[in-house]
């Protein structure tokens, strides 16, 4: 089993920053790729970035060029520098960590809340 705990989410002006983290604990060693995702009430949950062990990046298209997504393995973390906030940035935001070098995995944080005001 692995456990993720995601913290850094609040409220910030658009134009704004925000740096999410998630810190894995349990069984990290079997995990290969961890990321993040969004969701809002009653939509999906959305993809928004993810790292493999070896440090290849994948981006949603509306991540690109805002967001950054970084691991430190030592510490088993993961996070994401989001940058130039826009209120439709405004969602829950999940961690996720997979066996798999692909996201979605099995394990989900509880997620943390971000607000972008206009």
């Known amino acids: 089993q692995v456990q993720l705990v995601e913290s850094g989410g609040g409220l910030v002006q658009a134009g704004g920053s925000l740096r999410l983290s998630c810190a894995a604990s349990?069984?990290?060693?079997?995990?290969?790729?961890m990321g993040w995702y969004r969701q809002d009430p009653g939509k999906q949950r959305e993809f928004i970035a993810a790292?493999?062990?070896?440090?290849?990046?994948t981006y949603a298209n509306s991540a690109k060029g805002r967001f950054v997504i970084s691991r430190d393995s030592a510490e088993n973390t993961v996070t994401l520098q989001m940058n130039s906030l826009k209120p439709e940035d405004t969602s829950v935001y999940y961690c996720?960590?997979?066996?798999?070098?692909?996201?979605?995995?099995?394990?989900w944080g509880r997620g943390t809340q971000v607000t972008v005001s206009s």
């Open positions: 349990g069984k990290t060693f079997e995990i290969n790729a």
């Open positions: 790292m493999t062990n070896g440090g290849t990046t």
């Open positions: 996720n960590a997979a066996y798999r070098d692909f996201l979605p995995g099995v394990y």
